[in-house]
């Protein structure tokens, strides 16, 4: 067989670019197979339907440069623009049924001090530096109801932690492992804050602006509305099957799909069970990150708690006093994340004077490119899953944010760096082989 490529790379997200633009730094022959029409995946920013001087960013957006090394990199490499969040001048809370200017009743402020305390005392367990799953964190690998069950905390209080599982997994909250929430707090500087206020900046155009610049200037070849079928490996070299029978023959090759849409693709020889048990079924996150825009609502405004939606995140103020919000949910928040009546009722329930005047969101859960959000995984399976999808299977490495096997899995950093790694592993495969 003669190998076309050193490298094929399937999915043109960041991970997959990442990896492929790696390759090509290093001299290597690379192409890149995309199943959609677009690159991108997971971050999606389009002109806001029927408001097109409005940019919707339907899928990952917010970064930090100080905190995030690889996002910072590729930030000054490029000499991307960002926009700094607004700083919020006005919150409301939403708990035990009720709307509230701070977050619980005064009888359970200890309460909400003690499950802070826990969360950030917990996360210090985790280092921000290493993998997590070279730690000895197995045993934080349970429910995030097993996790308070000894707190005996009061209802409020109990509804807002949930309420923030459920804000950074877009999954039934008592369902989740929270291991991957501790580790989030840790990546925050152990700060349960962290979530409502670390990540605060946006690429202006959104985040894809920065793909297009690494693919221009890499001059990557891609190949979009290319859905790959199959990946054999025979006497170590890879052919990769599209769903119209086109091939690529290539010395190694960089899976990095989203993992719900893994079991997508036909492996020969088979994946070993460590990987498959974990590939049959979907993992937990569905999320709903609408885009709306709003009137009535107060000035820089923030919104969190035990409603339909969790968050209420402001995007931009515009100066007819209307601005743009971005809410996020869980997947039983709404029934339809593009309904307008809907999201108003939900606005609501922060806002009971908010006008909703349009929306727009992208359904991942829909989307059989995605099958889901991000990866979360069940109670005693984060651990496992990130130690078995990091091992190569002869020249085939995995990539991907839902594999990250740091803190920042799951965000565009997770992404990055997942990218670099099977970058790296490729490399030193084909040095071993060839000694180039
Ligand atoms: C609603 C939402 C909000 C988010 N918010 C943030 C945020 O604010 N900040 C942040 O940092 N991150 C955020 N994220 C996460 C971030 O978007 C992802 O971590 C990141 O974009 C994932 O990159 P990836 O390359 O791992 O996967 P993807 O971007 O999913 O790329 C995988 C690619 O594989 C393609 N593919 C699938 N199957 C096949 C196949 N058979 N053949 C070929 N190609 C295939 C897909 O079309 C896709 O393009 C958010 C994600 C979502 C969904």
Redesign the pocket.
């Given at each position: 067989m003669n190998a076309q490529y050193d490298a094929v790379v399937?999915?043109?997200?960041?991970?997959?670019i990442t990896a492929a633009r790696d390759l090509v730094d290093q001299g290597r022959s690379v192409v890149v197979?995309?199943?959609?029409t677009r690159?991108?995946?997971?971050?999606y920013a389009r002109p806001f339907a029927g408001y097109e001087h409005i940019t919707a960013e339907?899928?990952?957006?917010?970064?930090n440069r100080e905190l995030q090394p690889a996002v910072r990199q590729e930030i000054e490499r490029y000499g991307s623009q960002l926009v700094e969040d607004l700083p919020c001048e006005n919150a409301v809370f939403f708990s035990a049924g009720q709307r509230r200017a701070f977050p619980v009743p005064a009888a359970e402020l200890a309460d909400l001090e003690r499950v802070i305390g826990h969360m950030r005392d917990v996360s210090k367990r985790i280092a921000p530096s290493q993998r997590l799953s070279s730690q000895p964190i197995r045993d934080l690998d349970i429910s995030a109801e097993d996790f308070i069950a000894p707190l005996d905390l009061g209802p409020a209080t109990r509804e807002l932690f949930y309420a923030t599982v459920a804000w950074y997994t877009g999954a039934e909250p008592t369902k989740v492992s929270v291991l991957g929430t501790l580790a989030q707090i840790a990546g925050f500087g152990h700060s349960p804050f962290g979530f409502y206020g670390a990540?605060t900046e946006r690429f202006v155009g959104g985040a894809g602006t920065l793909l297009d610049a690494i693919v221009r200037d890499s001059g990557l070849e891609i190949r979009l509305e290319?859905?790959?079928a199959s990946v054999d490996v025979r006497d170590g070299e890879v052919t990769v099957r599209t769903i119209s029978n086109d091939t690529v023959r290539a010395r190694s090759c960089v899976v990095?799909?989203?993992t719900n849409?893994l079991r997508?693709?036909a492996f020969t020889p088979s994946l070993p069970p460590e990987k498959s048990r974990f590939l049959t079924k979907n993992h937990l996150g569905r999320?709903y990150?609408p885009s709306m825009l709003v009137r009535n609502i107060p000035r820089r405004s923030f919104a969190f708690g035990s409603g339909k939606l969790q968050a209420l995140c402001l995007g931009y103020e515009y100066e007819d006093g209307s601005c743009l919000i971005m809410g996020f949910g869980d997947e039983n928040s709404v029934a339809d994340p593009t309904s307008r009546e809907e999201l108003e009722a939900a606005v609501r329930e922060y806002y009971p004077d908010a006008d909703v005047i349009a929306v727009d969101a992208h359904d991942?859960n829909s989307d059989p490119?995605?099958d889901g959000?991000?990866r979360i995984d069940r109670p005693g399976e984060a651990y496992d899953f990130l130690r078995a999808m990091n091992v190569p299977e002869g020249p085939v490495v995995f990539a991907?944010?839902?594999i990250d096997d740091s803190i920042w899995r799951?965000?565009?950093?997770?992404?990055i760096s997942?990218g670099h790694r099977a970058a790296g592993a490729v490399s030193r495969l084909l040095h071993s082989r060839t000694g180039t």
């Open positions: 399937v999915g043109a997200g960041f991970a997959g197979l995309e199943a959609g690159i991108g995946g997971r971050t339907l899928g990952g957006s917010w970064v990540l290319h859905t790959v990095a799909v989203p849409v997508n693709i999320a990150k991942w490119l995605f959000t991000y991907g944010t839902d799951i965000w565009i950093e997770g992404a997942s």
